[in-house]
């Protein structure tokens, strides 16, 4: 009785005039007033508490339970959601309907993020690609002019993986991403090839080759090492480029040999290569 009651009286309200609904819409968006009589605006506060959420858990959260977790409507939270993912702020991960962080968060500090914090944020991608390809993820970057270092890995999910762990140091045109290096215009071949003989390659090859494969890998946007880094072990690199069109790391997938066939080899290479141009908006 007591609802059918409200339901009448409800019935029986005046109803509410343009100028007073804007005024309960408007109310519903703002938040109350600070002791200094500012005015909080609620979407923005529940917007910048789901961010701070989804940056200080570290790991990928469902709508449901980020709007459980702060007390936030869920279709509210959705809605939010849905509007930083369009804005790239935050990452939506279709198969698991899961959040992250996204790359424009990076991009949207600046310069008050360091190199190490947007690597942090580009690991997610590294992940989804490792994933995708039940590969192992590498990013490595040049430290003086002979030597390259392993920064961050992201590895395969299967049980059968290569573990590369981070900080190792390799010579600088070894390997596939060795070849992304020795390829650029302001390395000569003469100082390829002195850097070439002092190297010891599990499988070997002749300068000769390497230098084609290295010219190839200009032309592809990718570069391949079929066993001369790791015998039994292909590497497949991308190029990622700063501000200025250098190249300042590179990205690669590690394998073992047959993993792929050739046109596997040819899809994993291009997706590589998108691979790059993605973790470079997140880095640069």
């Not at 215009?185 to 010891?200: G, H, L, Q």
């Not at 890998?217 to 391949?224: D, E, K, M, N």
Request: proline share 4%.
């Amino acid at each position: 009785m007591k609802e059918v009651s409200q339901d009448i009286a409800a019935l029986k309200a005046p109803r509410r005039s343009a100028a007073t609904t804007a005024q309960a819409d408007e109310s519903e968006d703002t938040a109350p007033k600070t002791a200094s009589g500012m005015t909080m605006v609620k979407p923005v506060i529940n917007a910048l508490h789901i961010l701070r959420y989804l940056t200080m858990t570290g790991d990928p959260e469902r709508a449901v339970d980020i709007a459980r977790h702060l007390g936030i409507n869920q279709s509210t939270c959705f809605n939010i959601l849905r509007t930083l993912v369009s804005e790239n702020v935050a990452a939506f991960d279709p198969l698991s309907k899961t959040y992250t962080p996204g790359i424009g968060l990076a991009k949207l500090v600046g310069q008050f993020v360091t190199q190490g914090q947007r690597i942090e944020v580009a690991k997610p991608l590294m992940r989804d690609f490792a994933a995708r390809f039940e590969v192992t993820v590498t990013l490595w970057r040049p430290i003086g002019i002979d030597r390259i270092v392993l920064v961050s890995s992201a590895l395969s999910p299967t049980n059968l993986r290569i573990d590369m762990a981070e900080g190792q140091r390799l010579p600088y045109i070894m390997g596939a991403s060795g070849r992304i290096f020795a390829g650029q215009p302001d390395v000569s071949e003469s100082v390829v090839r002195e850097a070439f003989n002092n190297i010891r390659w599990s499988e070997s090859l002749t300068f000769e080759t390497y230098w084609s494969e290295v010219q190839e890998a200009r032309r592809l946007g990718y570069a391949i090492d079929d066993g001369n880094f790791a015998r039994g072990i292909v590497v497949v690199a991308a190029p990622i480029y700063d501000a200025t069109g250098a190249i300042a790391f590179t990205v690669s997938a590690f394998m073992f040999r047959n993993q792929f066939d050739q046109a596997g080899i040819i899809v994993l290479g291009k997706a590589l290569n998108a691979l790059g141009a993605k973790i470079a908006n997140a880095l640069f």
